[in-house]
């Protein structure tokens, strides 16, 4: 296996965000442009021309860096909205 | 926890962010580079944690991000260690205990020898204590490899050590060796006679062709058990002869006791000497003017004790006592009461082996001094092997 295979998919779909789920339990968002809101039943992320919401309970920002925005807790549904 | 541990050390505030949009801080906070975490919405606002360090630059976003924040808590060692500032003396005594650990950490304290069977703890301590492995030297001048070498010389019945240091402890394993099985030597010819006149009352004859019976009196050098035996051809077979013949045996002694007796013993008085010692060494705590001319020094060490682990602490006692020679005249009960123990001690140490059935004791007072004439019978195996040689060829 070369290292070609290991190389994110964003590199092929322009900047569109990554998203990586651990079951409904844990949700990493690479591309993340910034937070818009930040409540226990949802946050919303704004990923370039679009916004993610993420909907659930006790939902918390386990850490935030310049583009990738890890959340934990319950996720009960998530939705776009371009 | 390794970062729990740096944020510790750093220092760190919990922090509440009101204001109309507090998602903005975390947005403008992370595009600069301020490391938040444990961010969590509340009732009155979002809350996160910052370092110390970062907390300045947190409120410059804040004002960009138009909200306020609130510091809730204060958590680290520059907190810790400014609360002391002005106690000087608590953080000099941590120094100093620190340190203090650190020094005394380089020296062994305790020496622990394993389980052994046949060999005493006292001479392993001894021939410890001779290479260097003692409480109180330096846990790096130790040289384990050269003690084992010295220990395994000096004690035959080991086969194998190892003197291990586990930070200040000194564990030493021991392995002593099996004995060898005793072994049964060749079968010479022998017969079994008796070892002393006696009348039989038992016997338990392994191999050979028994010569007496029970209740029969044999004399010293008698046949008790014939290693020649006939087999079924005609035939002259020679064996060692085995078994156990037991036999009531009779014993005489004469005791003696002078009445004028010279005892040697030791005096009343007593001095005492009282040493600290401290891994090792010996600090005396008192002094002691009595002199004697012939004295014995018994010695004590209590050591103290933290979950069963003896420390290198302790008071030593040292109790001396003068030794007196003194001449007394025995009374007759006392004359009596110092022979039957000596006919006692004589049964126990020459006729240990046998069983006594019955003991007569005869005293008798003389200008002198008294005498005791004992007359014991005992009960025991009186066959002895003898061997006996047979010319040509024998199987």
């Known amino acids: 296996m070369t290292k070609e295979n290991y190389r994110s998919p964003r590199v092929g779909i322009g900047n569109a965000p990554l998203m990586e789920a651990v079951g409904n339990r844990q949700i990493t968002v690479e591309g993340a442009a910034g937070i818009l809101l930040y409540e226990s039943r949802c946050v919303k992320i704004s990923a370039g021309k679009m916004v993610i919401a993420f909907h659930g309970r006790g939902l918390r920002l386990r850490c935030i860096s310049g583009s990738c925005v890890e959340i934990i807790g319950f996720i009960s549904n998530i939705e776009y909205l371009c | ?395």
């Open chain 2, 1 to 395: 926890m390794l970062v729990d541990l740096i944020r510790f050390i750093k220092g760190y505030v919990v922090f509440r962010v009101v204001g109309k949009s507090p998602e903005r801080l975390l947005n403008i906070t992370s595009h600069r580079g301020v490391m938040l975490w444990n961010a969590q919405p509340g009732a009155d606002g979002l809350e996160a944690s910052v370092c110390i360090a970062e907390y300045r630059s947190v409120r410059q976003c804040a004002r960009k991000a138009g909200v306020r924040t609130v510091i809730l808590q204060k958590h680290g060692l520059p907190f810790w260690a400014a609360r002391y500032r002005g106690r000087t003396g608590i953080l000099i005594g941590a120094a100093i205990g620190a340190a203090l650990l650190v020094f005394l950490s380089q020296f062994i304290w305790t020496v622990s020898i394993g389980e052994t069977a046949h060999v005493s703890e006292a001479r392993l301590r001894g021939l410890l204590a001779d290479s260097g492995v003692r409480a109180g030297v330096l846990r790096h001048a130790v040289d384990t490899a050269q003690a084992q070498r010295h220990i395994l010389l000096q004690v035959e019945e080991l086969s194998w050590l190892s003197v291990n240091i586990v930070g200040s402890h000194v564990r030493v394993e021991v392995k002593e060796k099996v004995p060898k099985p005793g072994l049964e030597p060749n079968a010479r010819p022998c017969n079994l006679k008796a070892a002393a006149d006696g009348v039989i009352t038992d016997m338990q004859i392994g191999d050979g062709i028994t010569q007496v019976k029970t209740g029969s009196g044999v004399r010293k050098g008698d046949l008790l058990v014939s290693g020649v035996q006939l087999t079924a051809q005609n035939k002259v077979r020679y064996i060692c002869a085995k078994g156990k013949v037991m036999a009531d045996v009779r014993a005489d002694k004469d005791f003696f006791v002078p009445q004028k007796d010279w005892r040697t013993t030791v005096t009343e008085t007593a001095t005492r000497h009282f040493c600290l010692d401290v891994m090792g060494a010996r600090l005396p705590c008192s002094l002691s003017l009595t002199h004697f001319d012939s004295a014995v020094c018994s010695e004590q060490t209590n050591r103290l004790t933290v979950n069963d682990v003896a420390l290198p602490l302790g008071v030593v006692t040292e109790t001396t006592r003068g030794i007196q020679t003194v001449s007394s005249v025995l009374t007759e009960n006392e004359a009596k009461k110092r022979l039957q123990k000596e006919v006692l001690l004589w049964e126990l140490f020459e006729k240990g082996e046998g069983r006594r059935v019955s003991k007569q004791l005869a005293f008798d007072a003389g200008p002198a001094g008294f005498s005791c004439h004992a007359r014991c019978v005992f009960n025991g195996n009186i066959a002895e092997s003898v061997d006996f040689s047979v010319e040509g060829e024998y199987n």
